[in-house]
């Protein structure tokens, strides 16, 4: 099974990449850092992107993104496929 799972720390000014099979996904996270900018800027924000850090290919493993998905907050058990 492959999975990818990215995660904004917006306190953090952090955007991980966690593949399974270890992927860097440069372009996956351009694209999604790209939407938290225009996300900012369609609420009158800017993001400032020097603040920020990339972090790719991590690999979390399934059962921690399992974890993850349980117990992160407003995500419920629903959620897990």
Known sequence: MHWVLVVAYMKESKLC???SFLAEGNAELKNIFRYLK????????T????NWELVRGLDLGKEMVRH??????????????
């Open 17 to 19: 990449f966690y593949d």
């Open 38 to 45: 225009d996300a900012h800027k369609r609420q009158g924000k």
């Open 47 to 50: 993001l400032n992107e020097d």
């Open 68 to 81: 993850a998905l349980l117990f992160h907050p407003g995500v419920g058990a629903t959620h897990w496929a």
